[in-house]
């Protein structure tokens, strides 16, 4: 059975850090592009950065640049979101997906077949 399971959410006041991981089973990370993404109320899940298989190429939007960083343990058969300068507005429950990851444009989220299921992030002002 394929399961990809978030943890690391929590409360962080604003300026803050946050490491999130997304533990998978069921098939390799290296099968597959992992990517994270989030939503929040009311809004539509958007996609945040990816991480393809194989060259290790990595995607990010212009909303996390520089502020977050994704990576992967493959021993762990784990992937990583470094979230750093939390701002009010990354409150957001945060999912990662396994699928695929073209570099040339955002993550999307038709493109990803396996889902966790979720991990809350709230930053306070």
């Known amino acids: 059975e394929v399961q990809l399971v978030e943890s690391g959410g929590g409360l962080v006041q604003a300026g803050g850090s946050l490491r999130l991981s997304c533990a998978s089973s069921?098939?390799?990370?290296?099968?597959?592009?992992i990517g994270w993404f989030r939503q929040a109320p009311g809004r539509e899940r958007e996609g945040l950065s990816c991480i393809n298989r194989g060259d290790g190429a990595i995607r990010y939007v212009d909303s996390v640049k520089g502020r977050f960083t994704i990576s992967t343990d493959h021993a762990k058969n784990t992937v990583y979101l470094q979230m750093n300068s939390l701002k009010p507005e990354d409150t957001a429950v945060y999912y990662c997906?396994?699928?695929?990851?073209?570099?040339?444009?955002?993550?999307?989220?038709?493109?990803?077949?396996?889902w966790g299921q979720g991990a809350q992030v709230t930053v306070s002002s």
């Open positions: 997906a396994a699928g695929y990851c073209p570099t040339n444009t955002d993550p999307t989220l038709n493109l990803y077949f396996y």
């Open positions: 069921g098939f390799t990370i290296d099968d597959y592009a």
